[in-house]
């Protein structure tokens, strides 16, 4: 059923990665003042400039909370959404690496990097896919045990 606890988990994770999308995730500073601001699908200069190379963050998130709305939707095949909050949690544990990559290529020498709020919220949504994984395993089992009782 659409209105089960794992259903606002995986809506509120989806929600933290929309919101993920829209907040700057990470600062570079070179000697106290701030060069660049990284965005999941620019990097933006302080000189006013976009650069598009970390797009690929957002694609990652982007793919990440399109089926994370599928798997709300996907309720009535409980397998099938476990395994997509799996998949979810590993796309966002992707989504991590390559952001770790990204601020270690881009920043380099003495430039210092500073994560913002955007860049800790899909930590969180991690753990609310596996809360929701978890439910889903719930009532599989409940469900399981009273398919043995009849």
Not at 55 to 68: A, K, R
Request: with cysteine; aromatic share 16%; charged share 15%.
């Amino acid at each position: 059923m659409i209105q089960r606890k794992q259903t606002l988990y995986m809506l509120l994770a989806v929600l933290l990665s929309v919101l993920t999308l829209c907040l700057p995730i990470g600062t570079f500073y070179a000697e106290g003042m701030r060069v660049a601001t990284e965005y999941n699908l620019w990097l933006y200069t302080a000189q006013g400039t976009k650069d598009f190379t970390t797009c690929p963050l957002f694609i990652i998130l982007l793919l990440s909370s399109v089926l994370g709305i599928y798997s709300i939707f996907a309720y009535h095949n409980r397998v099938a959404q476990a395994r997509l909050c799996v998949f979810n949690m590993f796309l966002v544990i992707g989504w991590y690496i390559v952001f770790a990559v990204f601020s270690q290529v881009l920043g380099g020498g003495n430039i210092s990097f500073e994560i913002e709020i955007g860049g800790g919220a899909p930590f969180i949504a991690i753990a609310l896919y596996f809360l929701s994984y978890k439910a889903i395993w719930a009532d599989e089992k409940l469900v399981r045990a009273a398919d043995r009782i009849r």
